[in-house]
């Protein structure tokens, strides 16, 4: 038999007829729907009279267009925002979908929400119509983001038209350093081979940098690998991922578990695969790094400096840097740590998750957020928020002026309300840096979360190992 990645046995596992060459019918086993990528899907559906064809098969979350002020009861008040929940609700209610509603105590990101509800499990295909759907591959599922017409295409049959991706190999070895988190290695991997580096691929991370990260470490991972043009990232599941997911599967009784875990630890590449193309990088050369300009692999670290377009050859790369530092208003060959900024958002599905706000509340303990600094922090889910709370999180992170806020999308993509103003810089701990992302005219540094703690409590770009060296 052939040897096959772990990408390959997952697709063999899941067709359900060969197309041709490069297609197959894919099944799905769980769709998750969002309140701004369903409506179409729905009415499209409805105007041919076809049900959904295995509503156990689908969840939905409001999450992208909610407003994230604290307070008991949440009120969506533009009203097409309100429309598009509403017409969620109404849609799921009426083809028996489950849904995390709006004010839902477990609301939150669909990304954040699933794996902590025990929806993900190794070895599924889960699709979603967002991009950052390749979250999921921390935990040995295949997952990816569909568009629209997609989306009722899945509603009513469960399957998808999917065409084949290559197969890119990531190995890294070594140890990431203090202060180094799984945000910084993504971000230099992407800087690295370029944000159309994986571009037709489906990655797979591996390496003993790899299988030291804990499971919220690799949503991180998998979560930018889209940023890098990936159609989906994947990291073989070992214990720590079968532990995880066993915690939160109750339906998984413990004379099942046995036979599980056999079948789960099985979920890998043959060692002979054979790979289109791989990559190496040594964990230990990592350092925390930012974006400067307004793709994620316009990135340094941060005892780096800001490129100088004069320095690079003729042609669309130089135009492209040129276009970057004349939005983000930075000049060439200045170094981005000290970088003066107003505004810290700290959330999305990148990095809201309870190990994220625990690494902000260790910079900030002692410290409180600088003047002229707006920092605000947005639980992944309601559960993330509720532990959060009961550990003391956010009583120390109010304390230090941070805003503790509702979950949801936020500031991530400016679809609620949370948006900046114009020229307004801040450090962001989302996935993505394009102009106008957060906000027309703002400007976006991506970090990690300890990082943009760091610039919320000194007001600037700073490296955050050198507040832990005064901590210490």
Known sequence: MIPRTLYRKLVDSHTVARLDDDNVLLFCDLHLMNEYTSPQA???????????????????????????????????????????ASNLKANC????????????????????????????????????GDSHTTTYGALGALGFGIGTSEVEHVLATQTLVYRLAKDMRIRVDGTLPAGVTAKDLVLMIIGRIGAQGARGYVVEFCGSA????????????????VEAGARGALIAPDATVIDYVLQRAPDIGDDLRPQVRAAWQALRSDADAAFDVEHR????????????????????????????PLEQPEGPARRSTEQALAYTRLAPRAPIAGT?????????????????????????????????VRAMVVPGSGAVKAQAEAEGIAALLIDAGF???????????????????AGVRCASTTNRNFEGRQGRGAITHLMSPAMAAAAAVTGRITDVRELERHHD
């Not at 979908?97 to 070895?123: C, K, S, W, Y």
């Not at 793709?295 to 941060?302: A, F, G, H, K, L």
Request: proline fraction near 7%; glycine fraction near 8%.
């Open 210 to 225: 790899i299988e030291s990260l804990s499971v919220e470490a690799r949503f991180t991972l998998c979560n930018m690998a």
């Open 93 to 128: 209610d009426r083809h028996g979908i489950a849904l995390f509603d709006t004010n839902d105590r477990l609301q939150g990101i669909e990304h954040v929400v699933a794996p902590e509800h025990g929806m993900i499990r190794p070895g599924m295909v889960v699709i979603c």
């Open 340 to 372: 003066p900024i107003q505004h810290v958002f700290i959330g999305s599905c990148t990095n809201a998750r309870i190990e994220d706000l625990r690494a902000v509340a260790q910079v900030v303990r002692g410290r409180r957020v600088a003047d002229g």
């Open 281 to 308: 990088f040594d964990a230990s050369d990592v350092a925390p790094h930012v974006t400067w300009g307004t793709s994620p692999d316009q990135v340094v670290p941060i005892d780096g400096g800001i490129p100088d």
């Open 403 to 421: 805003e503790w806020r509702q979950p949801g999308c936020s500031m991530c993509l400016a679809m609620n309300d949370d948006v900046l103003e």
């Open 42 to 84: 729905f009415a499209g559906l409805h105007e041919q009279g076809r049900p959904v064809l295995m509503p156990g098969q689908n969840v939905a979350v409001v999450s992208h267009i909610i407003p994230t002020h604290p307070g008991a009861i949440r009120v969506i008040a533009d009203p097409a925002s309100a429309l598009q």
